[in-house]
């Protein structure tokens, strides 16, 4: 990138011009603001001391210098200490020819074997998946495309949490109620089926806990009392115990659950590498708990209960074993994070869990070091925060959440109508026009949660969502409809080849004018890499979001204001036809990084 080379030579110059050595890395190259001319700044101010001379001397004899040793700067000003670095036509043109039009423009190659784990999802067998859970996975699917696009060889997990006390929640009230009730029978999705049961057995374990406390019994100890309650641990431990019956129908209502995510994660287009069970790795938790009780890192209670001790390091004591033996979810996730490096000897373990979680995983990586492994340090929680709706928050156990596949079925919807009255389908078939209905639903949902920086809470707004005007993914996806849909035009006028919709073509170019629309497109167009590169630091897929908005907005203007198949000169046309084809192209790449399909025709 330009930016280091112009870093790289004033650090040179400093050394040449005023004999000290500084590192380039020092130097801040910023991009020149948009109401001064110009299209790199160096702020001299930091190097007077050393130079012991104005800003006004600095400044020339520095930008002198850069512009002997770098053939593309055409120019340079110096206004009140900053100098301002104008590049030569002749170098964005070489870029637009060179690299933003090449296949892997912005994408970098996978660098080497040690991987980056990413764990998502993660979703409990006792429910369907929802709003929250949406953002967890496009979260989780997105960030694995930005770090393989940042080179990294990464590693999709999925762990199930598919045992445990909410589970048994489920089971007994299915046992109770449930009446052999299937999918089939209750034409019900199989996963909702499972989320009836688990509100049902909250509503009736609720009105137990109302008449204990009624009998005069503290609501804290009513609710460890409750018949249903005690009746749920026992299912546990006869789970642990491998009871026969009990496992039978753990398999069935788990199967069912597994039917149901499945079909939920492939209409929202996200995929694993590998997904693990909670009830495969939770025994591994406890030979580590047990362990570490035996070499004295953990302490044991009187009644039979396992604790980790952090208060010397300003926690409380943490839970590990129950005192009937069972395990929580602390245990599991101690067997799954040596399982998994022991697997893969990860550079990083990133989990994707919501920031409700944020004490869990600081103590499971205090437990981790307690219990004498190193690697502990390689675990990442990407905390995030929480989706709300306009009406307010949601609870499962309630059954006021909203469930992922009505969400989706909602998107649907609404992209349906909006796009039928602004006629864009009218030419369309049937099928066409359904799949750009799925297109423009699922990537104005998940546009507009990833475009929020991840670390804050959202309020998600499904009729804001679908806008094609705007930060919205219908607008940036009508963008590269648009261009595309002139590369058509050009192609059928005979301006636009075969090899020119392809990248492949070298002609000469040339601009109208110094800062003309096209430069102004180019400038955004450069920064793809960069940003990239700053999505895969942060863990933020909302760099790349706003990135393509701006890119998008910038590619309107250009088209609004600059004449493009009307243009009388050919190398003009070229030119302008060029930079659309790689605007779409980046536009492409950036909504691929994100998981959403963009549409040739809108």
């Known amino acids: 990138m330009i930016e280091s080379l112009l870093a790289a030579k004033t650090a040179e110059a400093i050394r040449l011009l005023y004999g000290q050595e500084i590192p380039a890395e020092s130097i801040n190259i910023e991009k020149t603001r948009k109401e001064i001319p110009g299209d790199y700044t160096l702020v001299v101010f930091p190097f007077l001391k050393i130079s012991r001379k104005s800003p006004l001397e600095t400044a020339t004899a520095i930008g002198a210098f850069l512009k002997d040793e770098i053939p593309y700067i055409a120019k340079f000003e110096i206004i009140n200490g900053f100098l301002n670095i104008f590049l030569s036509d002749e170098f964005w043109i070489s870029f637009l020819q060179k690299e933003a039009t090449e296949a892997h423009f912005g994408m970098t190659a996978e660098k080497g074997e040690v991987p980056v784990l990413i764990e998502y999802s993660s979703p409990n067998t006792n429910k369907p998946l929802h709003l929250g859970h949406i953002r967890n996975?496009?979260?989780?699917?997105?960030?694995?495309?930005?770090?393989?696009?940042?080179?990294?060889?990464?590693?999709?997990?999925?762990?199930?949490?598919?045992?445990?006390?909410?589970?048994?929640?489920?089971?007994?009230?299915?046992?109770?109620?449930?009446?052999?009730?299937?999918?089939?029978?209750?034409?019900?999705?199989?996963?909702?089926?499972?989320?009836?049961?688990?509100?049902?057995?909250?509503?009736?374990?609720?009105?137990?806990?109302?008449?204990?406390?009624?009998?005069?019994?503290?609501?804290?100890?009513?609710?460890?009392?409750?018949?249903?309650?005690?009746?749920?641990?026992?299912?546990?431990?006869?789970?642990?115990?491998?009871?026969q019956e009990t496992?039978?129908?753990?398999?069935?209502?788990?199967?069912?659950?597994?039917?149901?995510?499945?079909?939920?994660?492939?209409?929202?287009?996200?995929?694993?590498?590998?997904?693990?069970?909670?009830?495969?790795?939770?025994?591994?938790?406890?030979?580590?708990?047990?362990?570490?009780?035996?070499?004295g890192h953990l302490q044991s209670k009187p009644d039979g209960s396992v604790w980790a001790d952090l208060r010397d390091e300003g926690l409380d004591e943490k839970l590990l074993l129950r005192s009937d033996g069972t395990s929580v979810y602390m245990t599991q996730d101690l067997g799954t994070a040596e399982l998994r490096f022991n697997e893969f000897h990860p550079s990083r373990m990133i989990y994707v869990v919501g920031n409700e979680q944020n004490y869990h995983f600081d103590v499971l990586k205090r437990i981790l070091k307690k219990l004498g492994k190193p690697w502990a340090e390689n675990i990442f929680h990407l905390s995030y925060g929480m989706v709300e709706l306009p009406e307010g928050k949601m609870k499962s156990r309630e059954g006021t959440v909203v469930d992922a596949d009505d969400l989706m079925d909602e998107m649907y919807q609404t992209a349906e109508e909006t796009t039928r009255e602004?006629?864009?389908?009218?030419?369309?078939?049937?099928?066409?026009?359904?799949?750009?209905?799925?297109?423009?639903?699922?990537?104005?949902?998940?546009?507009?949660?990833?475009r929020v920086d991840p670390r804050k809470n959202m309020l998600f707004d499904p009729k804001e969502s679908i806008d094609f005007n705007g930060n919205t993914g219908p607008f940036i996806q009508y963008t590269h409809a648009r261009i595309r849909s002139l590369l058509r035009k050009a192609?059928?006028?005979?301006?636009?080849?075969?090899?020119?919709?392809?990248?492949?073509?070298?002609?000469?170019?040339?601009?109208?004018?110094?800062?003309?629309?096209?430069?102004?497109?180019?400038?955004?167009?450069?920064?793809?890499?960069?940003?990239?590169?700053?999505?895969?630091?942060?863990?933020?897929?909302?760099?790349?979001?706003?990135?393509?908005?701006?890119?998008?907005?910038?590619?309107?203007?250009?088209?609004?204001?600059v004449p493009v198949l009307k243009e009388e000169k050919p190398e003009l046309v070229s030119l302008r036809l060029l930079l659309s084809f790689a605007t779409a192209e980046v536009i492409r790449k950036c909504m691929n990084l994100l998981g959403i399909d963009v549409p040739e025709r809108m």
């Open 137 to 243: 996975n496009l979260l989780g699917f997105s960030l694995a495309r930005i770090l393989q696009a940042n080179g990294e060889k990464v590693f999709k997990l999925n762990l199930v949490n598919d045992r445990g006390i909410h589970i048994c929640k489920s089971m007994l009230a299915y046992e109770r109620w449930g009446l052999n009730e299937t999918p089939e029978t209750s034409g019900m999705k199989s996963d909702h089926l499972i989320g009836k049961y688990y509100v049902l057995f909250n509503k009736k374990f609720k009105e137990e806990v109302k008449a204990l406390v009624h009998q005069g019994i503290k609501e804290e100890d009513a609710e460890k009392q409750a018949p249903m309650m005690l009746e749920a641990q026992e299912i546990l431990r006869k789970w642990e115990d491998h009871d």
């Open 422 to 450: 602004l006629g864009k389908v009218n030419d369309f078939t049937e099928e066409e026009a359904t799949t750009l209905f799925n297109q423009i639903g699922l990537g104005a949902l998940k546009y507009f949660i990833l």
């Open 491 to 561: 192609h059928e006028s005979n301006r636009w080849t075969e090899q020119e919709m392809t990248g492949d073509v070298n002609r000469e170019l040339s601009f109208i004018a110094p800062g003309a629309q096209e430069k102004q497109l180019l400038k955004i167009l450069y920064r793809f890499p960069e940003s990239v590169k700053e999505a895969g630091i942060t863990y933020s897929p909302a760099i790349i979001a706003n990135y393509v908005y701006e890119l998008a907005k910038s590619f309107n203007q250009f088209y609004q204001e």
């Open 247 to 295: 496992h039978a129908l753990w398999q069935k209502m788990n199967n069912w659950a597994y039917e149901g995510f499945d079909q939920t994660y492939a209409r929202l287009g996200i995929s694993f590498d590998k997904i693990q069970h909670e009830s495969d790795t939770y025994l591994s938790g406890k030979s580590i708990v047990m362990k570490g009780l035996e070499e």
